[in-house]
RNA sequence: CGGGGCGUAGCGCAGCCUGGUAGCGUACUUGCAUGGGGUGCAAGGGGUCGCAAGUUCAAAUCUUGCCGUCCCGACCA
């Protein structure tokens, strides 16, 4: 490409909307402009990023042997009351209706869809196992769109389908789709992690995320360094350091704590550690309060309240709830002597605590060597409701946790039969019987990629895009293309040369002065230049560098076409 | 939806408090110079000041309402 004829537009100041650094830097180097809220144009520049992810997604699905077809994006209403998800998807799906009146939604995804698919085409066993995959715009009224494509309303996404006689076909499609997914992110070139993780609005058993590793991502997750236990904090199991409660120590007591109302502060105040206390959450189920206990320093973990029996549709408690049940306002409240109708549940490390510290139900007290079967009953329920914490034991029992952040980039499901049975999705058996399909999904934001991609590779002079996804592979920036005729003449053979052997190369036939060059092809994240200037020519070389090189190496003008060879 | 910003030229901003000729940087156009890190000088083009009502002789500026957009929380590829 020349850069004459292509369409480049960088700016040294990113719109104020922005404030990710790989969304400023993508509207910086002009690969997107925005529409409107969650809504992104591909430059020509950025969609030759996402159709190089596209391409390899592509590929390894084919290499796994699923089938690519498309579907439309626009569903209509019946599909998706027939799941009852018309109603649970609610305000996050775009409804709108035709000119007859009748409703459809913009596909925020496929299952109702290619189940469908499945049920009118499918007949029989010797068909299955099946799947189906499409690259397709799908679009989801988010709550908040934000970080640019990252998290757009409207959007890029590969999305497969699998169905099968039996769990065991399911399982190892799944398993085959779990290495096609490792596949195409380390194809890609992005440091990443699969994790167990919850299900989610999807449904189904068996799950796994696929995160980009980055400070900036919204995901936290838990992994153990020591083996290849790996899941999101919303899943990992938070399990205690001891096994069995120690024996208690002290006599429980009420200590004077005015002003203290949170867990940091009683400790500071009695000058123990956060780990000694405990602190309790009040929240309302069907019309039950409950108390939740959680150590001092722990986190609630909602995913997992709402997993609990009775607890599904939770809430927190209003303060006045919390004053009618346990004649108490917040900031001093605990389990101890507390009314029946009080339902306690103890996370399971609280439950293995002894002379602990917590609310006494009496403003400005707390109680200190507390003790369960002493000083209260112990909890109806145990359960584990918190976040885990960097240091808990692994639930594989092979070494301590880790945390990190990621950006979910993929996520695979086993759905079981959670759609095939509700649009009863059947085919015949061996013995002519009808049977429920086993069905699998897999989901992989191809436009998310390319920001979470940026946000794992940056630096002060803008992109550093992975070879894999780079916009071009090389870029050729002759000084003087407009003024020397040598300089012009050797970049149109570098760049003829480099073409005849099918690298993305582009050209810079501007006559731009060098510096801007320079601070352009490195804001694209162009990953290898090679400079043709007189100076070299007269020496018969020319200079190479690399996007993360400091500083540019001298290369013979007879070897420069190697040279590049060998870095690609 | 709750909390907090911001809307003035393509982009980044000033002007608003204290009403009276719409400004700066950058980008763009042209010329000259320059030619190895967003170069210099000069001359240009480009704005219904988010929208609508109101107050006023007069509104970017004051008042009210609406809209858009971004950031922090609950949703997700």
Redesign the pocket.
Known sequence: MRASRFFLN???????????IS?RLML?AGLIK?L???LYTWMPLGLRVLRKVEAIVREEMNNAGALELLMPAVQPKELWEETGRWAVFGP?MLKIKDRHDRDFCFGPTHEEVITDLARREIKSYKQLPLNFYQVQTKF?D??????GV???RE?L?KDAYSFHTDLTSLEQTYETMYQAYSNVFTRLGLKFRAVRADT???GGDGSH?FHVLADSG??ALAYCPTSDYAANVELAEGLPTVSVRPAATEAMHEVETPKQTTCEQVAALLGIDVTRTVKSIALVANGKFYLLLLRGDHSLN??KVGKIDGLQDFRFASEEEIRTHLNCPPGFIGPVAVSQNVIIVADKTVAVMSDFVCGANKPKYHLAGVNFGRDLPEALVVADIRNVVTGDPSPDGKGTLELCRGI????IFQLRTKYAQAMEATYLDENGQKQIMEMGCY???V??IVGAAIEQGNDE??IIFPASMAPFQVAIAP??F??SEEVKAEALHLYKQLQELGVDVLLDDR??????M???M??MGIPHRV?I?E??LKESTV?Y?GRTDAS?QTVGLKDIVSKLQSVL
């Open positions: 960088t700016q040294k100041e990113a719109p104020q909307e922005a404030e990710l969304h910086r925005r409107g809220s969650g996050q989801r988010e709550i908040r769109p934000r970080f990252m998290r757009a959007f996404m989610g609005a999807i995320e919204e995901d909602e995913i979910e980039v993929g996520h989901g992989i934001g436009s998310r002079r803008g000084i003087g407009d003024k006559g731009e002065r060098p510096g801007v320079f601070a352009e490195e804001l400079v200037g100076r070299g200079e560098q540019a």
